[in-house]
């Protein structure tokens, strides 16, 4: 028997759309900066938001600091284990595997994820082999609209790299995640540089599912990553090349959150 009921739908709010939303509520009611943010982080961290702005509720000043310092201890450290979480713009969410966090600094300005890879076959966009024993090293860091994914053979031989351009990038207790903007920089180990999918940035452009403002940052993005990485591959190799691209260069502001 079918009876009345209700619609459901799940709704991706990346990172910017957050800090809309708490600008919105703070308009209503007391909000600390990254309300949205720190309530998608579910459990401990959801239920210190709402301790803190009852708090603030009551005429207690703001102590964004002593907030960050209780719910720090769940966020990752270097060698905890985190998942990517690739979200695609029609809502799938791929899970690219289990990475360990190699590298952090303060407030995840910076950090590197260590994954290996799984299967054989060959890299997207890459004309490199994937096999057994390959791992990636990617860098970014809270709020940056690139991720750098470089491929190594178990030898630790470079086989290429990607720069994926993304919504900014968010960390949480037990992931990284962002909205892929589809276009992505291709890096081949002998130096070659490809872009690849921009016709499907564009398609999705034309229906919709991309704003005219995640355009603009996704050409504008892009273009940077380009200039960036060709001035510096005149004078070096590839791997050199792509050190030199500076992940501080592509963040959205100061998150500061964490």
């Not at 000043?61 to 985190?82: D, I, L, Q, Y």
């Not at 990284?176 to 070659?192: I, K, M, N, Q, T």
């Amino acid at each position: 028997m079918l009876r009345p009921g209700f619609h459901r739908v799940s709704i991706e709010f990346p990172r910017l759309s957050k800090v809309a939303l708490d600008e919105l509520r703070n308009k209503v009611t007391q909000t600390i900066k990254g309300h949205h943010y720190y309530k998608a982080c579910g459990g401990y961290v959801s239920a210190a938001v709402d301790m803190a702005e009852n708090l603030l509720a009551r005429g207690m000043p703001k102590e964004e600091s002593t907030f960050k310092s209780v719910v720090s201890r769940v966020f990752p450290s270097t060698g905890s284990k985190v998942k990517i979480e690739h979200v695609k713009t029609d809502g799938k969410t791929l899970n690219l595997g289990i990475a360990e966090v190699e590298v952090l600094e303060e407030g995840f300005k910076l950090f590197k994820l260590r994954r290996l890879i799984r299967g054989r076959g060959v890299y997207d966009g890459l004309n490199a082999v994937r096999e057994k024993g390959d791992y990636a090293v990617t860098e970014t860091g809270f709020g940056s609209w690139i991720l750098k994914t470089s491929y190594f053979s178990k030898e630790g031989v470079f086989k290429g790299a990607y720069i994926n351009i993304n919504t900014p990038v968010e960390v949480y207790p037990r992931s990284v995640r962002y909205v892929d903007l589809e276009v992505d920089v291709c890096l081949e180990a002998d130096g070659e540089i490809k872009v690849v999918d921009e016709e499907i940035l564009q398609k999705e452009f034309e229906n919709g599912l991309i704003t005219d403002f995640l355009m603009e940052n996704a050409r504008r993005t892009l273009k940077s990553v380009l200039d960036d990485l060709g001035g510096s591959l005149k004078e070096r190799n590839p791997q050199e090349a792509l050190s030199l691209l500076r992940i501080d260069r592509f963040v959205e502001g100061n998150p500061n959150l964490l």
